[in-house]
């Protein structure tokens, strides 16, 4: 499941679990690069955050109210899903 373009970026560390983030991938065909306020969901832990110019940062409570049933944000979490689905299989077959 391919749900945009994929582009490599400065390494981040998810606020969540620490892992190192050095993929972006879109919600829509128009861009990659992530901006400031971009929203961020972790591969590994599903951790969702923003991007800033300094790595990543917590959603505010009225970020989180505006995000919430978003469906870019649920097609990346649906993504992220697809991503742990994938790697599950490599590794357990």
């Given at each position: 499941?391919?749900?945009?373009?994929?582009?490599?970026?400065?390494?981040?560390?998810?606020?969540?679990?620490?892992?190192?983030?050095?993929?972006?991938?879109?919600?829509?065909?128009?861009?990659?690069?992530?901006?400031?306020?971009?929203?961020?969901?972790c591969v590994?832990?599903?951790?969702?955050?923003?991007?800033?110019?300094?790595?990543?940062?917590?959603?505010?409570?009225?970020?989180?109210?505006?995000i919430a049933?978003?469906?870019?944000?649920?097609?990346?979490?649906?993504?992220?899903?697809?991503?742990?689905?994938?790697?599950?299989?490599?590794?357990?077959?």
């Amino acid at each position: 499941m391919k749900i945009g373009n994929t582009t490599k970026i400065n390494k981040f560390q998810c606020l969540n679990c620490g892992h190192g983030l050095d993929l972006a991938t879109s919600t829509t065909a128009e861009h990659a690069m992530p901006v400031p306020g971009d929203v961020s969901v972790c591969v590994y832990c599903g951790n969702i955050a923003a991007f800033e110019d300094y790595g990543l940062r917590h959603l505010t409570s009225d970020e989180m109210h505006e995000i919430a049933g978003d469906e870019r944000v649920l097609a990346a979490q649906k993504n992220r899903q697809w991503v742990v689905d994938e790697v599950r299989k490599k590794t357990y077959s």
